[in-house]
């Protein structure tokens, strides 16, 4: 049985921009098509290579800038032949424009009660759905941010997976009761978790399978891995704003090789490894025992060189 892949691009507008009191079309361009390596520029990546991904998409900023920047974005994903499911930063409630962040609510969705949480979650499910997408059925909290209560809030709202279990970020803020190394799809507190993909890059230490967390050869390596194992899943995460820096003025020309290198390598690789959607409902092996890649000295501190060269350009440029 091919290992399935779930490509998940977290997409949202980016509280950092609305800290620093930028208008709403510069929060907006900033956080979806950043120096022109944002949303659009990840769908045409995707549609050049046939592959399949999620965007999770943040309806939250809506309550604070409207509804249509989130329309837009939806618009933009479904018309590309993607899928669009449910993320959530919880703060967004109590925001106000331009007040640079001084009101907020919780920024963690395990810091709500379950019975908030079911209302939270309900209301951006159906914002989201006013927003043009199709009644969602998967979800990532934001930050990870996810409790059982969490879990089964969503299963009492029909959800039928959760993908914010990143043992990388256990306990805290990702606080599902699974081990930290529980990186196959499981079933749990009602619906189907499907954990985020970790490495281990130095012994006890785990690194999560993020674009910008996981160097090139990394990447290949974890591919490779869950190959050669018959892993169940493998889930891939990026984000709208992460390939370009943090500012969103400029392509990050690190992330950019590793996103339209990840995309190639699952091209090659179609046969064994397969890009899904959520609401194609594949079918998963469930509980299976695979274990992260173990660590590589020499794969770990190329990646730190890289990373240490890309903040010294980064510097340079700024």
């Given at each position: ?178 081990p930290v190394t529980q990186i196959a799809p499981i079933g749990h507190r009602g619906l189907i978790e499907v954990p985020v993909t970790l490495i281990e890059d130095q012994k ?31 889930t891939v995460v990026s984000h709208g704003f992460e390939l370009a820096n943090r500012a969103g003025t400029r392509p990050n020309a690190v992330h950019v090789k590793r996103f ?59």
């Amino acid at each position: 049985m091919a290992t399935r892949v779930f490509i998940t691009i977290d997409t949202e507008l980016m509280w950092r921009h609305h800290v620093a009191g930028l208008d709403m079309a510069t929060i907006v361009q900033r956080s979806l098509e950043p120096a022109g390596v944002g949303v659009g520029w990840q769908l045409a990546q995707l549609k050049r290579h046939n592959l399949k991904a999620c965007f999770f998409v943040d309806p939250m900023p809506a309550l604070v800038y409207g509804l249509d920047p989130i329309k837009r974005v939806v618009g933009a994903i479904l018309e590309a032949g993607q899928e669009v499911q449910l993320h959530v930063h919880p703060n967004w409630t109590g925001a106000h424009a331009g007040d640079k962040g001084a009101t907020h609510g919780p920024f963690e969705l395990i810091d709500y009660s379950f019975d908030e949480q079911v209302g939270l979650l309900r209301g951006a499910s159906d914002m989201l759905v006013a927003a043009g997408a199709p009644e969602p059925i998967a979800f990532r909290s934001g930050s990870y941010s996810a409790s059982d209560d969490t879990l089964g809030a969503l299963a009492q709202l029909g959800f039928e997976y959760d993908s914010s279990h990143n043992g990388s970020e256990h306990p805290w803020p990702s606080a599902i009761s699974l081990p930290v190394t529980q990186i196959a799809p499981i079933g749990h507190r009602g619906l189907i978790e499907v954990p985020v993909t970790l490495i281990e890059d130095q012994k006890g230490h785990l690194r999560h399978f993020q674009i910008c967390a996981l160097s090139v050869g990394e990447m290949q390596a974890a591919l490779d891995h869950a190959v050669k194992h018959d892993h169940a899943a493998v889930t891939v995460v990026s984000h709208g704003f992460e390939l370009a820096n943090r500012a969103g003025t400029r392509p990050n020309a690190v992330h950019v090789k590793r996103f339209e290198a990840l995309c190639a390598m699952l091209a090659n690789r179609r046969g064994v490894l397969v890009t899904e959607f959520f609401g194609d409902r594949p079918k998963l092996a469930l509980g299976r025992d695979d274990k992260p890649l173990g660590p590589n000295t020499l794969r770990t501190r190329l990646r730190q060189a890289e990373q240490l060269w890309s903040n010294w350009v980064e510097e340079r440029a700024a």
